[in-house]
Structure formats: C-alpha cells, structure tokens
C-alpha cells in the first residue's frame, strides 16, 4: 500500500536507517497517522510469524515444483522482512493454504494482517476468522472500521443466528462448522481422550436437525417431543434422566476438584471432565454413553 502511493524508505525511517550497533532505524508512523500508530507494526510481527510458520508446515503436502517454488518466495519474503509488506501474507495464503479473501476485506488486511489466524470468543462461542473468511465475507459484515473504537463489532447476536442458520447455513450443511465442541462430543471425538466413544444416535446416523427444529433463525433446545414422536412416551423421562445425571456429574466434578491439588494428575482428570459437560452444554444429552463411560473410568482410577 504504501509503495503505490509513492512511499520511499526515507518516508518511514529517518536516516541513519543503519545505525553503528548493527540495528535499523524504526519507522515513524505518526508523522502521518493518527497517535498510537508507532504501535502497530509491533502488533504485526506475533501473527506474521504464526501465519508463515503454518504455511511452511503446509508447504510440504504441495507437489514438489509448487512446494520449490512457493518455499523460495517464502524465504524472501522472510529475508526482506515481512513488516515492508504484511498484506502480501493473502496471496500466500490463498495459494499455500488455500484461503479465499474477500475484495472488501483487503482494505483491513493492510493493517491487520494474518486476521485467519484469530479465533476470539464472542458470545460464549470461539469465532474462527478462518471459516468465515473462506467464505467469502467481507469485514465489514460484522466490523465497522468507521466506529468508535475503530473496528468495533456491530454484529448482534440475532444477525449472527440469522445468518448460520439461514441460507448460510443451508449452504454449510453441517451443523458442525459452527458446534465444533457438541459434534465432536456427539461423534465422540474428544480431544485428550482416546477412549471416547461415539453416542448411539450418531452410529444411526441421527442428524442435529432430526432433534433440534430451527424456526425463525432460532434452533429449539425443547427436544422432548421429538424423542417422543420417534421412540415413545417413556423416552421423555429417558431424557429428563439424561440432563439429571449430567447435572449430578457436573457437582460431583466440581466437588472433588476442590479436595484435588490444582496441577496433579488426578485434578486434571476431573477438571478435563468438568470442562467438557460445560462446554457441551447438554447436560449429556449429545452422548451419555461418553459420559458413563468417563465418569466410570475416573471412579474405577480411585
């Protein structure tokens, strides 16, 4: 950007750029930005770094004339410092990760490179940058650069439902892209813990909106007609017994955690566990058979 609008070296650095202990002259943004820009080439370098370290790791499933190529701009990009150019990390992510950049969102990635690499939680729920991106969506969908403070989030929690579980979501298709944590609790994929195992409705192929009815951007929690309607009236208390003993489990978790030493094994256990139902949030219902079977490890350890 800078080098479009004429920008030479001397416009940032003021001479001497190399100094006598061998350091370079930092650049002066202020001189023509607002205060507080001296700040940000420092905020460039954790995610320049994180974003080609990731994009060297991938280099190596490429074929090997791309892999060849794509690693000798690498190293000169690395070698001229990736700071005179941070928005040039797009093309290489497109081209090594295959990540897909809006035209819109350009105009952020000049300041705010590597934004893929972010995943903050809003809302109780970890938001990839990733995901969204590749889909095409501009910045400006859910930031307003023009707002005090710059950047600010002006998507609402309803815009949000509005759109993953409208036509986004129809186009998704997988209730998973968002729910990482309750399809991977449902498919029984648990991180750190090899023995989990998938619930029964997932072997039979049960799918989140066999249960959860969607009505106006909105996903009902309120299951127990469905369980019904597919097995039969004593199925609502097979429910209601389900959410009861991950309630109990929950207790019994926090409990002993405060009888543990915080760091040991035996803490890590139960806080790994506890952790897991919270994060679920369905109280088991996603997959009792995990539950049961964890809980039962933990007391059999004893």
């Not at 507080?36 to 320049?48: A, E, K, S, T």
């Not at 889909?135 to 307003?144: A, E, I, N």
């Not at 979501?169 to 991180?191: E, I, L, S, Y």
Request: charged share 25%.
């Amino acid at each position: 950007v800078m080098q479009r609008i004429g920008m030479t070296c001397n416009s940032c650095h003021i001479e001497p750029i190399h100094r006598k202990d061998g350091t370079f002259a930092a650049p002066e943004c202020e001189r023509c930005h607002d205060e507080g820009y001296d700040r940000l080439w420092r905020q460039w370098l954790n995610p320049i770094e994180t974003s080609l370290t990731k994009m060297e790791r991938a280099l190596r499933e490429l074929p090997e004339s791309t892999r060849d190529t794509l690693s000798h701009s690498i190293k000169l990009y690395r070698e001229g410092n990736p700071i005179h150019n941070p928005d040039l990390l797009m093309a290489f992510g497109e081209r090594i990760l295959g990540e897909q950049t809006s035209a819109q969102a350009t105009e952020c990635l000049a300041c705010h490179p590597s934004p893929s690499d972010l995943a903050p939680t809003w809302n109780g729920r970890v938001i990839s940058h990733t995901k969204h991106m590749n889909q095409g969506l501009s910045c400006r969908k859910c930031h307003d650069p023009d707002g005090d403070p710059h950047g600010k989030l002006v998507l609402t929690k309803s815009e949000c439902n509005a759109c993953h579980h409208g036509e986004f979501g129809a186009k998704v298709g997988d209730c998973g892209f968002c729910h990482t944590v309750q399809a991977n609790t449902f498919a029984g994929r648990v991180p750190g813990h090899a023995e989990a195992i998938p619930a029964m409705m997932y072997e039979a192929e049960v799918a989140c909106t066999d249960c959860h009815e969607v009505k106006n951007s909105h996903v009902s929690r309120d299951v127990v007609q469905t369980c019904i309607d597919c097995h039969d009236e004593g199925y609502a208390a097979t429910l209601t017994g389900w959410q009861q003993f991950g309630d109990s489990l929950l207790t019994a978790c926090e409990t002993e955690l405060t009888k543990l030493r915080p760091g040991s094994d035996e803490y890590k256990k139960y806080n790994d566990l506890a952790n897991a139902l919270r994060a679920d949030r369905s109280r088991t219902v996603h997959n009792p058979e995990l539950f049961t079977e964890w809980k039962s490890r933990l007391t059999s350890a004893q």
